[in-house]
């Protein structure tokens, strides 16, 4: 499905206030703003928002190293949700990998975040393993794998 008017690009620094305030209300434990901050400036990232009608309602926050990514957050407005937003920005994620030669994407997800976990396995990553006491709060991560 595609969303009207909806526009992926990377993402910049004056794209963070409104990043920091989506990853606030879609998540337990947010990142900090600073580090959000040096995740846009750090060379290796690959770093997307999603905007309609000029709002953030989206991003994408991934690092890569030679032939691996790593997808670290993802997250989309609540009321916009299950219209294609993450996916879409997930595809354009991929192609990046693609043209870069990536050829494993790495990322990890609550053990109770259901929702998500069936997000990846739309896409086609597959649970590897659980990482237990990942998240401050002392809950384990799965840790998913797609090849590119
Ligand atoms: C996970 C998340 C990013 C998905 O964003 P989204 O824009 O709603 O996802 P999409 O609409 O692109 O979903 C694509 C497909 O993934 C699957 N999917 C997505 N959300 C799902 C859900 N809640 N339940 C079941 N399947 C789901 C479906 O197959 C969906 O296709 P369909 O709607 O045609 O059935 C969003 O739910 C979110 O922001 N969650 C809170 C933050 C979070 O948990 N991020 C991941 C941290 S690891």
């Known amino acids: ?4 008017g909806l526009i992926i690009e990377r ?3 004056a794209d963070l206030r409104e990043v920091h305030a989506l990853e606030v209300r879609c998540f337990p434990s947010p990142w ?3 580090f959000f901050e040096s995740e846009i400036t750090n060379e290796g990232r690959y ?3 999603a ?18 990514m790593h997808i670290n957050k993802i997250a989309v407005d ?3 949700r299950r219209q294609g937003i993450a996916l879409a920005m997930m595809q354009r994620c991929l192609g990046f990998a693609a043209e870069r030669g990536v ?5 990890e997800v609550r053990s109770s975040n259901d929702e998500a976990q069936k997000f990846y396995a739309f896409l086609g990553f597959e649970a590897e393993y659980i990482r ?3 998240y401050p709060d002392g809950e384990a991560a799965v840790v998913m794998m797609k090849d590119v």
Request: aromatic share 14%; proline share 0%; glycine share 8%.
């Open 103 to 107: 050829t494993s994407i790495w990322l």
């Open 32 to 34: 900090r703003r600073e």
């Open 11 to 13: 993402a910049v620094s």
């Open 78 to 80: 609540a009321s916009l």
């Open 132 to 134: 237990n006491g990942y």
């Open 47 to 49: 770093n997307l928002v």
């Open 51 to 68: 905007r309609r009608d000029g709002a953030v309602v989206g991003y994408l926050f991934a690092t890569w190293f030679a032939d691996e």
């Open 1 to 4: 499905m595609s969303i009207e």
